[in-house]
């Protein structure tokens, strides 16, 4: 290598360290900028890709994707975020409630185990063990746990309509440019357009199938329970029917992990025809939404086992927060989309 190359690879080195550096603090500088925002625009970008079918549907009516756009934003804020602002009212307010009657704890301490039927028959060591146990301190442990974990979702008011609004805003658009958003990041891809394709189509599928499948089945289900446990006199019958939603997703047990319970206190509050028409609305209706809606919704869509969906969630909610109950399942959809691509072969595709 002459003297001449030498010096101009080492200059073209130079620069493209010199390019790499100044990137690197650029960029570090925009994610700490940014950082702050990540969760809601993620959750802005999942609503964008639900809500984008509907988008173009629209737009072969409305020519203007603008009008389309806050005319799904309008839709978002009547058929979310009202609700939801009037659900954390109720939880709020149950939640107070049930750690003023927990506190008192009367009807806990009136209870006495032996009354019931089926005492008798069990062991002795095993009534000895219940007859043992202070019920009195069940009530404010349960309801200090439920303030504890409802508190920080609802205790900065400003911060919550803050994070709304932007969310509002980025959802918008996520619609409107939707179409030059997906052509820059096939662009960045190093694949070709067609795989760059399939792994897209892969991954909105799997984020639709959440959406549309397992968390909308856990919202029915939770919206069922709510009605049932209102009708049969279960006190807090919101605070509960969102439990039941957090619930659903548990292998195996699901709902019941909640409609058992509230069983149960039916019918040691005495109130047995309550309890027998809480335990026939928990099968026939609440039960079988699964088993029924469950197929139909998922049906060609990603298929995720139950347990890795839980976990999902419940570490979407530590991580992320409330909004991690669709985030973490929306994270895990994409990564069983990508596996189910290695499997099938993309590298070989190129």
Do not use: C
Not at 50 to 63: D, F, G, N
Request: net charge neutral; proline share 5%; no cysteine.
């Amino acid at each position: 290598m002459s003297k001449s190359s030498h010096l101009h690879h080492h200059h073209l080195t130079t620069r493209r360290w010199f390019f790499i550096g100044v990137s690197a603090v650029i960029f570090y500088l925009f994610w700490q900028i940014i950082s702050p925002f990540v969760v809601i625009l993620l959750t802005a970008g999942v609503a964008g890709v639900v809500l984008s079918p509907l988008a173009t549907r629209l737009e072969q009516r409305i020519s203007s994707s603008r009008i389309v756009a806050l005319l799904l934003i309008a839709l978002t804020i009547i058929a979310v975020f009202i609700p939801l602002f009037f659900i954390g009212l109720t939880l709020v307010g149950e939640a107070n409630d049930l750690i003023s009657a927990s506190a008192d704890a009367e009807w806990l301490t009136a209870f006495n185990p032996a009354d019931l039927p089926l005492f008798d028959l069990l062991p002795e060591n095993a009534q000895n063990r219940i007859l043992a146990f202070d019920l009195s301190e069940l009530g404010p442990i349960v309801g200090n746990w439920i303030i504890d974990n409802i508190e920080p979702i609802f205790s900065s008011i400003l911060s919550i309509f803050f994070g709304a609004g932007l969310f509002l805003i980025s959802t918008y658009f996520f619609l409107v440019e939707r179409t030059r958003i997906k052509k820059e990041i096939l662009a960045l891809s190093p694949f070709n357009d067609k795989l760059d394709q399939q792994i897209v189509r892969r991954i909105v599928d799997a984020m639709r199938g959440v959406v549309f499948g397992a968390l909308i089945v856990a919202l029915l289900q939770g919206i069922f329970a709510t009605i049932g446990f209102a009708i049969f006199g279960v006190p807090s019958p919101v605070l509960w029917g969102t439990i039941v939603m957090i619930a659903a997703q548990v292998p195996m047990i699901g709902a019941s992990l909640v409609m058992i319970p509230a069983i149960a206190f039916l019918l040691i509050s005495g109130k047995t025809a309550a309890a027998i028409g809480m335990a026939i609305w928990a099968i026939v209706v609440v039960g079988m939404i699964d088993n029924i809606i469950s197929p139909y919704l998922i049906e060609g869509r990603t298929k995720m086992h139950a347990l890795l969906i839980l976990l999902s969630i419940l570490g979407g909610l530590r991580f992320f927060g409330p909004i991690g109950f669709i985030i973490g399942p929306t994270v895990l959809a994409s990564v069983m989309a990508i596996i189910e691509l290695y499997k099938s072969g993309v590298w070989e595709q190129e």
